[in-house]
C-alpha cells in the first residue's frame, strides 16, 4: 500500500499538469478562434488518438515493468511539451492563433501527442492496483484513484483559465514543462515491487487478438465494453460543448473557477468510494450510476441559468468516479493479472473511439444547423415551453437530446441477460493469484 499511494502521489502531479496545459488549450483555442468546430476537433482528435493506441500501450503495461512504462510516459510527454514552447517562441503567438493554418494544428498537435502519452501512465496505474491492492480494498482504491483524478481536475480547472487570463499561453507552457520535469524526478526513486514480466516470443505491439482472447473468456464483458462505448459516444457531445457553453456564461478566468469549484464533485464521489466501496454487485452499480448521468444530461440546461449549470456539472463530477471505479473493478477481479493490460487498453480503444466520433460530428452540427436554428424567431417559438430563453438554447437542445439516448440505453442493459452474465461471473471469480515481488 505504501508503493500503492506513492505512485498514486507522482500520478497526481503527472495528471495535474496533463489536464492544466489540454484545458488551457482549449481555452486559448476558442477565445482566439471563437469557433466550436475548432475545439469539437480538439477535444475529439485528444479522444482519437488516445484510442487508437489504446492497446498498443495497454500491450506495453503488459511486457514490461509498470514504473518503467510511467517513466517513459513521462519521459516522452516533457519532450513533446518542450516541443510545442519551442514553437511557441520560434512563431509567436499571432501566428499560430490562425486556426485555419498549419502552425495551429501543427502546434495542437504536439501538445495532444504529449497529453495522449501521459494517458499511458492511467492504464499501468490499473494493474498496479491488481498488483499491490490485496483484493477486497481495491474497489476502494479505485475511489482513491477517482478522488485524486477529481483533485487533478479541480486544481487544473481554476488554474488553466486564470493561466490563460491573466499569464497568457506561452507562460502556461512554461509551467506545464516545469511541472512534468517535476513529475518525472519525482517518480525515480520510487520503488515498485513486482517480477519482470514474461516473455513472449514474437508477440505483436498491437496484441488485439490477446485482448480479445481475455475479454470474450469471460461472460458479459464484451457487453460491458459495448454499453461502456455506446455511452462515450453520447458523452463526446459534452466533449465537444461543455465549455462553449460554459464560456458563453462566463468570462475565462470565471469559468475555470467554476470548473475548479464543481471540480469538488470528484473528490466527493472518489471519496465515497473510497469510504464505502461499490456495493457487493459493482454491475448493478455501475448502471445505475449511467442512469444517473443521462438524468442530468437531459436537465442541466433546460433553462440558461447560471447556477443550474453549476449544480448540474457538479452531481455530475461526483458520480463519474463511482462508474470508472465500478469498471476497473469489475476487470481487476474477473481478467487475469497478465493480460489485465491488454484487456484495460482495447477496452480505451473501443470505449474512447466513440467520444471522437460523436464529437467530430456534432461541431459542425451544433454550429452550422442547431444553434442558428434555435437563434431564429422559428427555433425559439417551438421550443421555448421546453428550454426557455437565451444565447444558447442550440446547445441546451443538443444535451438534452443525448441525455435521453443514454437514459433508454441504460434501462435496456439493466434488462439485458447480459447483466445477468456478468453480475454471477464477478460473483464467481476466484481471487487473483500474484506470483511474488521482487524489488525494483
Same mark, same amino acid.
Given at each position: 500500500m505504501r508503493a500503492f499511494r506513492q505512485v498514486l502521489g507522482n500520478t497526481l502531479v503527472a495528471n495535474v499538469t496533463?489536464?492544466?496545459?489540454?484545458?488551457? !488549450?482549449?481555452?486559448?483555442?476558442?477565445?482566439?478562434?471563437?469557433?466550436?468546430?475548432?475545439?469539437?476537433?480538439?477535444?475529439?482528435?485528444? /479522444? !482519437?488518438?488516445?484510442a487508437v493506441f489504446g492497446t498498443f500501450f495497454g500491450t506495453l503495461v503488459d511486457r514490461h515493468r509498470k514504473k518503467q512504462v510511467m517513466v517513459m510516459s513521462s519521459t516522452v510527454t516533457l519532450v513533446a511539451y518542450a516541443g510545442s514552447g519551442g514553437l511557441w517562441l520560434l512563431l509567436g503567438e499571432d501566428r499560430l492563433a490562425d486556426w485555419g493554418s498549419a502552425w495551429f494544428w501543427l502546434f495542437t498537435g504536439v501538445i495532444l501527442?504529449?497529453?495522449?502519452?501521459?494517458?499511458?501512465?492511467?492504464?499501468?496505474?490499473?494493474?498496479?492496483?491488481?498488483? &499491490?491492492?490485496?483484493?477486497?480494498?481495491?474497489?476502494?482504491?479505485?475511489?482513491?484513484?477517482?478522488t485524486v483524478q477529481g483533485i487533478s481536475f479541480m486544481i487544473t480547472s481554476v488554474f488553466s483559465g486564470l493561466s490563460v487570463g491573466l499569464l497568457g499561453m506561452g507562460w502556461t507552457l512554461a509551467i506545464a514543462m516545469a511541472l512534468t520535469g517535476v513529475a518525472l524526478l519525482h517518480l525515480l526513486p520510487i520503488t515498485v515491487p513486482e517480477l519482470d514480466p514474461e516473455p513472449e516470443e514474437g508477440g505483436p505491439h498491437f496484441d488485439f487478438r490477446g485482448a480479445i482472447t481475455a475479454i470474450t473468456a469471460v461472460p458479459g464483458l464484451v457487453a460491458l465494453i459495448l454499453f461502456t462505448t455506446f455511452n462515450n459516444l453520447v458523452s463526446g457531445v459534452y466533449i465537444a460543448l461543455m465549455d462553449p457553453y460554459g464560456l458563453e456564461l462566463f468570462s475565462v478566468e470565471a469559468w475555470g473557477i467554476v470548473l475548479g469549484v464543481t471540480g469538488l464533485g470528484f473528490v466527493v464521489g472518489g471519496g465515497l468510494v473510497a469510504r464505502f466501496g461499490l456495493g457487493r454487485n459493482?454491475?448493478?452499480?455501475? &448502471?445505475?450510476?449511467?442512469?444517473?448521468?443521462?438524468?442530468?444530461?437531459?436537465?442541466?440546461?433546460?433553462?440558461?441559468?447560471?447556477?443550474? #449549470?453549476?449544480?448540474?456539472?457538479? !452531481?455530475?463530477?461526483?458520480?463519474?468516479?463511482?462508474?470508472?471505479?465500478?469498471?476497473?473493478?469489475? /476487470?481487476?477481479?474477473?481478467?487475469?493479472?497478465?493480460?489485465?493490460?491488454?484487456?484495460?487498453?482495447?477496452?480505451?480503444?473501443?470505449?474512447?473511439?466513440?467520444?471522437?466520433?460523436?464529437?467530430? !460530428?456534432?461541431?459542425?452540427?451544433?454550429?452550422?444547423?442547431?444553434?442558428? #436554428?434555435?437563434?431564429?424567431?422559428?427555433?425559439?417559438?417551438?421550443?421555448?415551453?421546453?428550454?426557455?430563453?437565451?444565447?444558447?438554447?442550440?446547445?441546451?437542445?443538443?444535451? /438534452?437530446?443525448?441525455?435521453?439516448?443514454?437514459?433508454?440505453?441504460?434501462?435496456?442493459?439493466?434488462?439485458?441477460?447480459? #447483466?445477468r452474465r456478468l453480475s454471477a461471473a464477478y460473483a464467481d471469480a476466484p481471487p487473483q493469484q500474484l506470483e511474488g515481488a521482487a524489488s525494483d
Open positions: 496533463s489536464s492544466y496545459l489540454w484545458f488551457a !488549450l482549449t481555452f486559448w483555442a476558442y477565445l482566439e478562434t471563437r469557433s466550436v468546430m475548432a475545439t469539437a476537433i480538439i477535444g475529439g482528435g485528444y /479522444m !482519437l488518438f488516445t501527442v504529449g497529453g495522449v502519452v501521459e494517458s499511458l501512465r492511467n492504464i499501468a496505474l490499473s494493474t498496479t492496483v491488481t498488483l &499491490l491492492v490485496p483484493e477486497d480494498g481495491r474497489d476502494k482504491a479505485n475511489g482513491l484513484v477517482g459493482p454491475v448493478r452499480t455501475l &448502471l445505475l450510476v449511467n442512469l444517473a448521468i443521462a438524468l442530468l444530461g437531459m436537465t442541466f440546461t433546460v433553462r440558461e441559468w447560471a447556477w443550474l #449549470y453549476v449544480l448540474g456539472i457538479f !452531481l455530475f463530477m461526483a458520480v463519474i468516479p463511482a462508474a470508472e471505479a465500478a469498471e476497473q473493478t469489475i /476487470m481487476q477481479r474477473v481478467v487475469p493479472f497478465r493480460t489485465q493490460g491488454r484487456v484495460f487498453g482495447f477496452a480505451q480503444s473501443v470505449e474512447l473511439a466513440a467520444s471522437p466520433i460523436s464529437a467530430f !460530428l456534432i461541431g459542425p452540427i451544433a454550429e452550422f444547423a442547431l444553434i442558428p #436554428y434555435m437563434e431564429s424567431e422559428e427555433g425559439r417559438d417551438s421550443w421555448r415551453w421546453l428550454l426557455g430563453d437565451g444565447d444558447a438554447r442550440g446547445i441546451a437542445l443538443v444535451f /438534452m437530446i443525448a441525455g435521453a439516448i443514454m437514459f433508454v440505453t441504460v434501462l435496456v442493459a439493466l434488462t439485458s441477460a447480459p #447483466y
